[in-house]
């Protein structure tokens, strides 16, 4: 199982956290088996994101990686706006 753990800022939380939902299909079909996402009560757009993955390598079924870095590349457009 491999671990990872991010601390970010988001521009707006509310919107990261949608985009962030709409791509749960794809990260378990990547690998992910679990994660929580915390926010700070003083900060509200600064998350604690952190997740268990069963590999560090797979594959979107049919596909490579590129359909999730097109709908990464997306989303950073759409948190953007």
């Known amino acids: ?5 991010i601390i970010h800022e988001v521009e707006n939380y509310a919107a990261w956290k949608k985009v962030f939902d ?4 794809i990260r378990k ?3 992910d088996r679990s994660y929580q996402v915390l926010k700070y ?3 509200p ?3 604690v994101h952190f997740s ?9 079924k049919g596909d490579t990686l590129g359909s ?4 990464l590349s997306r989303n950073k457009k759409i948190l953007r706006n």
């Open 52 to 60: 268990a993955w069963i590999s560090t390598v797979l594959p979107l």
């Open 41 to 43: 009560d003083n900060e």
């Open 68 to 71: 999730e870095t097109r709908l």
């Open 1 to 5: 199982m491999q671990y990872v753990l």
């Open 22 to 25: 709409n791509a749960a299909s």
């Open 29 to 31: 079909q990547t690998g």
């Open 45 to 47: 757009n600064k998350i």
